[in-house]
């Protein structure tokens, strides 16, 4: 996998964090191409550094990359949603094997474990630690509390118009794999 298109990809994420989101799972790499390739031609370069310093000086490429970017913003979602779709395909296929995810099962209990850590700590020393170790332990309990919400959102969906989206997107990407 090349590092440096995807640190390009993240480094273009400044101009919209929307990127760094859909930067998370397998196609990652081909997603950030699509991103770097689109500020590339925006600015007339050809190395990706160089796009990003021209996006920060010039307001007018600026701008010009946020709409590409938005006209991109389908099929970018598309590849997205078609990743997710395929780790849950495996899982339901792991499931009708008669076998266990245990690398899920091991991720969400790391996650309920380490939570249920951090707020022990908390309640148990809260008297004797410094503001600042409570504002750590909290930070890390948050991060935990996101892993069970992700987990929760993968397993369930995250909300009534997330599976509205997903369906529409389905049927999208159902009549384009005809």
Known sequence: M??????AALALAQFTPKIAKWLSGTKAESISKKI?????????????????????EDRNMYSLFQQALINSEREIELAVISDKESARHRDI?????????????????SAVVGLISCLAIICIFRHELPGEVIGIIST???????????????????????????????????KYNR
């Open 93 to 109: 296929a792991i499931i009708n094997s008669g076998k266990r995810n245990k690398r899920a099962d091991i991720m969400v209990v």
């Open 36 to 56: 770097v390739d689109i500020a590339k031609t925006v600015t007339n370069t050809t190395d990706e550094f160089q796009a990003i310093e021209k996006l920060k």
């Open 2 to 7: 090349s590092i440096s298109i995807i640190q």
């Open 140 to 174: 890390i309990a948050g991060i935990f509390g996101s892993c069970l919400r992700d987990a929760y959102n993968f397993e369930f969906g995250s909300s009534r118009g997330s599976k509205e989206k997903d369906q529409t997107v389905a049927s999208i990407l159902h």
